[in-house]
């Protein structure tokens, strides 16, 4: 009876174009336009980075070193104490240190274009989208810094920044340039009032020297290869819902009522509706993953973990199936697949990384982890990199106890009468 089952829900779903196109189409247009739309960025090429940026000083630093030196004078201060941070000062102008020490530094050259502006054009240039950023330095600046450091004197004093909302990225760019100055300038002040003004002058130098390496020598996720798999654990889902929507309408046409007045155990459809589920999940992964590496070269090196987590992850879609159509039984409607195909597996695809997890939290992965596809993504990918078996252990732990939980709860709530009633 319950090979029946199978073999009439198997023939709904393969008899429907369009959900075949949704399940099938839809996941291998999208991995195509994102894998090779993001290649470049995830495959550790040059991004193509020009940042136009605009300084306006309005002040002289140069006067304001005078100003500092006339206070230095008048201060109570030994006058071996006061050569020593006169040679300071004169070398640890902070304008002069941003110019020369990171804007104008040769590693950053290719990355950034500076013009200084004069100061009654900054309106005018605030208007200009050319301009990926303003660095706005105020009246005064160099000297009320120098007195902080030296005199413990003068007021709080900052930098402004102006940045372009339509370049983000470049904009970002100046703005961590200034944070990271600001630390060092802030950390090289301190060990030189703690060392008798003897300022560590290379330690403000912004030396540019990057590039990619790996700690263990494991495969890189290429962009290709993460959406094949962000795709397929997102639209897999999709199965669960559909199978709770095809199992709600039997109901309407009575075909559940039939069943419970010909005494046909109600444990057999039960089980049948988990398990139409699983072997549709199978097949969906298996020709997504198939199609994917017979033209995009997203091959696995050890196909016994690969089934392993496809077989894990199958389990818990077959079981929010399950759930589904027991709460859309309980509902008298296919609200809870609804809500569940256009909602929640939206919410699940971005915090479980099926996007892209380059922009999100450490707590927002960390909550993307328990949910089926961010656990069936994370052991894809530890596989694909070449870990052994036992290193997915927890997102294998995490889709069963996940399974386990839903087919509790869809037993639970599934009517043991006809019509929905407990």
């Keep these: 009876m319950i090979i029946q089952f199978i073999k009439k829900q198997l023939l709904l779903m393969i ?9 099938l189409g839809m996941p291998l247009i999208l991995i195509t336009i994102l894998g090779f739309a993001l290649g470049g960025v995830m495959n550790g090429e040059e991004v193509r980075l020009k940042a136009k ?14 100003l500092f030196l006339k206070e230095l004078e008048a201060s109570g201060l030994p006058k ?6 006169a040679e300071a000062a004169e070398r640890l102008l902070p304008s002069e240190l941003l110019r020369d020490q990171v804007l104008e530094n040769q590693e950053l050259k290719k990355y950034l274009s500076v013009q200084e502006i004069e100061p009654g054009s900054l309106e005018k240039v605030k208007k200009d989208d050319s301009y990926s950023a303003i660095i706005e330095i105020p009246e005064g600046f160099t000297e009320q810094v120098l007195s902080s450091i030296f005199l413990d004197e003068g007021k709080r004093t900052e930098l402004r920044l102006y940045r372009n909302e339509g370049e983000e990225l470049a904009s970002n760019l100046v703005r961590d340039l200034l944070t990271g100055f600001q630390e060092q300038y802030s950390l090289g002040s301190v060990m030189g009032r703690s060392n008798g003004a003897n300022f560590p002058i290379s330690a403000i130098s912004q030396e540019v020297k990057g590039g990619i390496s790996h700690v263990e020598e494991r495969t890189p996720l290429t962009s290709t290869t993460y959406y094949a798999v962000g795709m397929s654990v997102m639209f897999v889902l999709y199965i669960a819902s559909n199978m709770g929507s095809f199992a709600y309408r039997e109901k309407e046409d009575h075909v559940f009522d039939r069943m419970v007045l010909a005494d046909v155990s109600i444990w057999k459809y ?10 549709l999940a199978l097949l969906q992964l298996g020709i997504l993953f198939g199609i994917c590496a017979l033209f995009y070269g997203v091959t696995w090196p050890d196909l016994t973990s690969f089934l392993i987590v496809t077989l894990a992850l199958c389990l818990a879609v077959g079981s929010i199936g399950a759930l589904l159509t027991s709460l859309n ?15 929640i597996i939206t919410v699940f695809a971005f915090i479980g990384g099926s996007f892209g997890g380059m922009f999100s939290s450490d707590f927002i992965q960390e909550i993307g982890s328990l949910t089926p596809n961010g656990a069936g993504m ?3 990918f530890k596989i694909f990199q070449g870990y052994p078996l036992s290193s997915i252990t927890t ?4 889709l069963a106890i996940f399974s386990v939980i839903a087919l509790v709860i869809a037993a639970v709530l599934f009517p043991k009468k006809g019509g929905g009633a407990i």
């Design 15 to 23: 008899r429907n174009p369009q959900i075949l196109l949704i399940l």
């Design 53 to 66: 940026i605009a300084i306006v000083e309005k002040g002289d630093s140069g006067e304001e070193l005078s």
């Design 80 to 85: 071996e104490s006061k050569a020593a941070i």
């Design 270 to 279: 039960f089980i049948a509706i988990l398990l139409t589920t699983i072997i």
């Design 329 to 343: 039984y309980r509902a008298h409607s296919e609200a809870f697949s609804n809500i569940f195909s256009t909602v």
């Design 378 to 380: 994370q052991a894809y």
């Design 395 to 398: 997102e294998l732990w995490s």
